[in-house]
């Protein structure tokens, strides 16, 4: 049997979830909520008595990402 990739994974794939459908603009709350959860998620990994860097680092990253582009998104405001 094939791999498939399930609709919401091809969906995901066609809108960015940081930017609004109408217009292709950042959405600055929705972007600082991922940087929000990305981090608490990376803490929650380092807080476990079985450390796991590797995941955190991750996530770490995804919330710079968001970060990054919640930067971009401010300036494209203002």
Known sequence: MAD???????????VSP????ATGTP????LH???HNALNTALHHLRQ??????H????VAQALAALRGLDVALSLEG
């Open 4 to 14: 498939r990739i399930p609709a919401r994974a091809l969906a995901a794939r066609t």
């Open 18 to 21: 940081t930017s609004s459908p």
């Open 27 to 30: 959405d600055p709350i929705r």
């Open 33 to 35: 909520a991922q940087a």
């Open 49 to 54: 008595p079985q450390l796991d860097v590797g």
């Open 56 to 59: 955190a680092r991750r996530k």
